[in-house]
């Protein structure tokens, strides 16, 4: 099949020559990534079977989208996953998404963008920062204690010898608890605003859709919250007009 598609490409190339024109003057845009495409992948394939092996660097899987690479997972549904990897940060329960990205990568080199995007958004550091364990390396806590910004994880090495006051356990458990609001949000996304059915294909127009399903959540969450804040200023209305009448009721509050 190798040889076949060799033969393909040959041909096309001795059209292009032929007519004396480029590629990207005869064909269109959509052809003219098709090709390339087509190119990449015949000399990764071509190369791996030489070599006998199954892996080599940017590995094209769809010649449609070449921009998507496999990321192995290792979970029990699908061990391998076809998509973006993104960083995201939650604050007061909106979702900022601050890393998008097509290839695998370790997500705590994401920690200094995190802080640094916080700092652009609201113009100032923050206090308290509730990230999984992954990002608790050695550089990112000596990062951490550099800009003294508090995290409640444990610590790095064999167990102290003094076990933690219960205070600091009970403030642990609780940042965990805190911190699953962010797997949370990811789960919400894809659930209900679509953000694992990513249909554009190109890798601008995939990001800006992943991007707008998201701000679709926040936007829902801030109409919830004015919502709410009309609820509570009726009923502040309702107890004056009590009041007025020499009658006051208790006022009600409902949290929605």
Known sequence: MLDYLHIDLRRITELLV????????????????LITAKYEMYGQQRKMFEDKTHVCA???VSIYQPHVRPI???????KTEFGAKIGASL????????????????????LSLHINKFKERFGYLLATILADKIYMNKENRKLLKKLEIKT????????????????ILAKMAKAVGERNEVECSF???????????????????ARCWTG?????????????????????????????????GNVCYPMVLAKY
Request: hydrophobic share 30%; with cysteine; proline share 7%.
């Open 18 to 33: 032929n007519h004396d024109c480029r590629k990207e003057d005869c064909l269109q845009p959509h052809d003219v990534r």
């Open 152 to 167: 409640y994880c444990k610590p790095l090495g064999c167990p102290p010898k003094n076990p933690p006051s219960p205070e």
């Open 187 to 205: 789960g919400t996304g894809k659930r209900i605003y679509r953000a694992n059915n990513i249909r554009a294909k190109l890798p601008e127009t």
């Open 212 to 244: 707008m399903c998201y701000f679709v959540k926040n936007v829902m969450k801030f109409l919830r919250e004015l919502c709410h804040a009309l609820i509570v200023i009726w009923h502040m209305l309702l107890a004056q007009v009590n009041c007025g």
């Open 72 to 78: 192995v997972r290792g979970k029990a549904k699908a």
């Open 91 to 110: 604050y007061e329960g909106y979702t900022f998404i601050d890393h998008h990205s097509w290839d695998a990568y370790n997500e705590s080199s994401d």
């Open 58 to 60: 940017n590995r094209i």
